[in-house]
Structure formats: C-alpha cells, structure tokens
C-alpha cells in the first residue's frame, strides 16, 4: 500500500469538506497541519476521538496548528455526525465545529496517502480507513506519522505534545526525551561536539556519568520556543 515517508512533501489535494472545497496547502497556509483519518462516522470509538479533538482545538489553534479530519464517509453524514460528537461534548448545538472533516466516499485520498487498514472492513468487505495521523510542517513536509488500527482509539493530548517537540526542535538543535513536556530539560542530540554543545547552550550542560564512561546522555533547559509561525519549521 502506497504510503508517505517522513520529509516527503504531503500532496496538495482538494477535497470535499465540511468547511466547503479545500486544497492542502492553501488551507494550511503558513500553519502547522494535523491531518487525521478515522474509520467511520456514527462509530463509538471515533466520536470519542473527535470529541477530544474538538475539545482540544483551541490548543491547537494557539500553536498555529490546523486540524483536519477524514473519513471514507459522505459530506451529508460528517455534517450530521457533528451534532451527535458537539452533544456528547455537552457543547452548544448551535456552534460550529471547529474544524473540518473530508468526506472521502471515492477513497482516493485514504488509498494515495496509504491511510487504509486492511483489517478493517465495512458491512460490504471494503476497507475502512486506519486511526492515521500526519503532522504536517509549515513547509507542507511530513514531520511525524502514527498508524493505529480501527480498535485502538487515539491520544489527542499526546498529539498535542508530540507538536510541541516538533516545534521545538524544529527550531533548536535539541532533541526530547521520553515523556518529554513542554518546560523540561531536553537533550543534546549526539552529534553536536561537546566544544560547540558549551557555546551553543549557554544556560549549560548536564552530563549523567555511566558505566560505560561515555558522555552521551547530556542534558540542557529548554531554550525558549520560537514563535511557531515562523515558516522555516
Ligand atoms: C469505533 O469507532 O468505535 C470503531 C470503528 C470501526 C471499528 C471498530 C470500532
């Protein structure tokens, strides 16, 4: 199944949408994207995905981060949906959903992204789309990816810190260890010299002593996040 690789530049598709007719890049602009794929509307598992989503959407936003999500499923029933997710978010029936869902009923988009589980099948045997999520740079390149199948529902707090990380990084030569959040130390990334780690962050390094007597678990504060609108991430 065809599928994207990390630094491979995410098609500029246009798709049927809940916002109207969208293309990729131009509906992401200078932003962040998080584009993620669900199996199928009016499904428990996914309404709860989407509820957080909603939820969390306003986190996003201020990391200059646009959701979109998508299903194999028609525009008439993403329309629908919405109200079920915004009422089992106890969120007012009158607002709008923050964000929009592609309606993929042709399946183009799930088959060229490689967003299909084959394990997964509708009451007529056709595949449904994964739990797949492509966090997508300002530069329209693929930064992370996740894959999980349809019985295993997302974590959209660990989404929102995984683009903290990308965020970061994408602006400091630094690297975030396990269980990483926004404010802890992070790591210097073995391929900086222990000379040009002292200049390069002047707040100081950390070296842990090891067994084995190398110096490469080093740490540093975390430098102060750059503004996540800059266009370079
Ligand atoms: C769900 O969202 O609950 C779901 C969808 C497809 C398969 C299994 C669970």
């Known amino acids: 199944?065809?599928?994207?690789?990390?630094?491979?530049?995410?098609?500029?598709?246009?798709?049927?949408?809940?916002?109207?007719?969208?293309?990729?890049?131009?509906?992401?602009?200078?932003?962040?994207?998080?584009?993620?794929?669900?199996?199928?509307?009016?499904?428990?598992?996914?309404?709860?995905?989407?509820?957080?989503?909603?939820q969390l959407s306003p986190e996003f936003s201020r990391r200059n981060v646009k959701l979109i999500a998508l299903s194999v499923d028609s525009l008439e029933d993403h329309h629908s949906w919405s109200k079920d997710i915004m009422a089992y978010n106890n969120m007012d029936a009158g607002s709008e959903f923050p964000f929009p869902i592609i309606a993929d009923d042709r399946r183009h988009l799930v088959e060229m992204l490689g967003m299909l589980d084959p394990e997964e099948k509708d009451q007529t045997g056709m595949p449904l789309s994964a739990r797949c999520v492509f966090v997508i740079g300002p530069d329209k390149k693929l930064k992370l990816s996740i894959l999980y199948p349809a019985t295993t529902g997302r974590n959209f707090d660990e989404i929102l810190r995984v683009v903290d990380s990308l965020q970061l990084t994408a602006h400091n030569r630094v690297a975030t260890p396990v269980d990483w959040r926004p404010g802890d130390s992070v790591m210097v990334p073995p391929s900086i010299p222990e000379q040009e780690a002292m200049t390069l962050f002047p707040a100081g390094v950390y070296t842990k002593d090891l067994p084995s007597g190398k110096k490469y678990l080093r740490y540093t504060p975390q430098p102060n996040p750059i503004s996540s609108d800059c266009t370079d991430g």
């Open 1 to 54: 199944m065809p599928g994207m690789l990390l630094g491979d530049i995410v098609p500029n598709f246009e798709a049927d949408s809940t916002f109207g007719r969208l293309k990729l890049h131009d509906f992401l602009g200078d932003s962040w994207g998080v584009l993620f794929s669900h199996p199928r509307d009016f499904t428990p598992v996914c309404t709860t995905e989407l509820g957080r989503a909603a």
